[in-house]
C-alpha cells in the first residue's frame, strides 16, 4: 500500500493530478490482504473521514475509483 500511502501524501499536499495518476494506475491491483487497491483506498478515506481528516479532492478521487470500476462491472458483463 505503499502507492496508496505516496497518492495520499500527494493528494493532502494539493499535487492532485500527481495523486490522481497514482490512485488510478493502482486502482486494480490486489494487496497482500485480498482487496482490490480502490478498495483500500476507499477504505483509508472513510477512517480518515471518521478521524476528521478530510481533503475536498477526496471525493473526486471516490468519484473516479468508483466509476472506473463500475465501467469496468459493466463492460465485462457484456
Same mark, same amino acid.
Given at each position: 500500500? /505503499?502507492? =496508496? !500511502?505516496? %497518492? @495520499? =501524501?500527494?493528494? *493532502?499536499?494539493? +499535487? *492532485? $493530478?500527481? %495523486?490522481? &495518476?497514482?490512485?488510478? $494506475?493502482?486502482?486494480? &491491483?490486489?494487496? @497482500?490482504? =485480498?482487496? %482490490? *487497491?480502490? +478498495? &483500500?483506498?476507499?477504505?483509508?478515506f472513510k477512517e480518515l473521514q471518521e478521524a476528521g481528516i478530510t481533503h475536498p479532492d477526496m +471525493?473526486? /478521487?471516490? &468519484?473516479?475509483? /468508483?466509476?472506473? #470500476? +463500475?465501467? #469496468? !462491472?459493466?463492460? !465485462?458483463? @457484456?
Open positions: 500500500m /505503499i502507492k =496508496g !500511502n505516496l %497518492a @495520499h =501524501g500527494y493528494l *493532502f499536499d494539493n +499535487q *492532485f $493530478e500527481k %495523486a490522481k &495518476a497514482l490512485y488510478l $494506475e493502482n486502482k486494480d &491491483a490486489k494487496l @497482500h490482504d =485480498g482487496r %482490490a *487497491f480502490n +478498495q &483500500a483506498v476507499l477504505d483509508d +471525493q473526486k /478521487i471516490k &468519484a473516479l475509483l /468508483i466509476s472506473k #470500476t +463500475q465501467d #469496468t !462491472n459493466s463492460t !465485462n458483463s @457484456h
